[in-house]
């Protein structure tokens, strides 16, 4: 009896540590063969980060001058503060998600404004009034940064 | 059965001694918080001096720390030489295994252009690099290289929180003798490794994000500085290429 509840308790545990990657299993990119190979690599610079992460000290510039006696009475606060935009920082990253692949096959067009990470195969450039759009199929692309990256909206020439 | 209870003594006592240890331990820390002067006014010295500098350029190896979604460890670099110019001018170029790109600040507009990729968006800028710096991170979304020393205020934001801060040791970084300060602040923990003699130049940089059970560390070795360089102030603009394409930012 014993063993099956400890089967159980594994098992169920087991089940709760998947449910993490579970996102991560429903999000994958068909991308090309070297992001295949380093399936993270279009992700770490900048907002498309996964898991986004601290790579500064600094994240804004505003300080608000404190005394030492109020900065111990404060550090409670701010530890709470800091997991509030950690928090909001995680929604954020997961609002801005890598966007999803192009699908495969180009049957109808895709609504306008939608973001890709990468082209789909075969599209040919086209410029008009100095813009360049991407003809893929049914579907115009136009290259935009988001945050340091490049990525394709569909558009209307 | 006599075993059994000695066995349930004993771990009782262990398990009392634990709990005692980490209260005195915790008393103790409570009693001195680990900020040592001798780090935060080498720290301070550092960062006066290169918000004191009117012009700088410094090469900068960035390693990113990171894991695949298999697990593995494995770290991406980025090289990006960077000028300032304050209190409104900033260029910084970045190439790495996966950007090619120019940064171009000039006190009224930012740039950011991907030579391979042949595109530029250019937007309206505040008029200081450290306003620039927030737009950009809060509304662009970008991350410009080494902001956190770029900010001519920077001390304050970085000793801002911090709980811990010591002086690890003498290191040598690039043949320069350097003080190794760790600080510590809730969700992050930095380390900077200052030249010891002549200008209080950082030579290293490192920002571990505490947050995150992984614990993944951005590292960033200056070399090269310049504290005077030439520079023109067309250096800062941003002049389109042939060839190359208009393009927008996404709102963030």
Redesign the interface.
Known sequence: MKTIFKIAVLATALLFMLIADLP?LFEQDVPPLFEQL?????A????RRR?R?????????E?H?EDSAQ??QA?QQ??AA?QQA?AAQQQAAAA?APPPPPPATAGKPLPLGT?VSTLPAGCTAK?VS???YYQCGGNYY???????N??Y?TAKP | MNTLNFRKAAALFALGVLVLSATIATGVRAQS?AVDPAATQILHRMTDYVGSLQKFSVRTQNT?E?????GHR?D?D?SADVIISRPNKLHAARK?E??D?AFYYDGKTLT?Y?PS?K?Y?TEPAPGTI??M??FA??T????VPV??LV?R??Y???I??V?MAVVVGKSFIGGIRCDHLLFS????D?QVWVADSGKPLPYKYV?T?T??PTR?S?TTVMSNWNVAPAVADARFTFVPPKGA??????P?
């Open positions: 991560l380093v399936p993270e690599a279009h770490i610079l900048g907002v898991t992460r601290r790579t500064a000290v600094i994240v804004g510039s300080v001058a900065i111990q550090q701010t530890a800091q950690a801005q973001v410029t100095n813009v360049e136009r290259a935009v940064f988001q945050g340091n490049l990525v909206v | 918080p990113l990171d894991l695949l979604v298999s494995v991406f980025v790495g996966l950007i790109q950011l991907n990729d595109v968006a450290e306003e710096l927030d991170r809060e662009l979304g970008l991350i902001a956190d900010y205020n920077a304050p934001l970085l801002q929180d709980n602040r809730p969700g992050v930095f920002v994000d947050g995150i993944l951005i394409k208009p393009t927008t930012f996404m963030f």
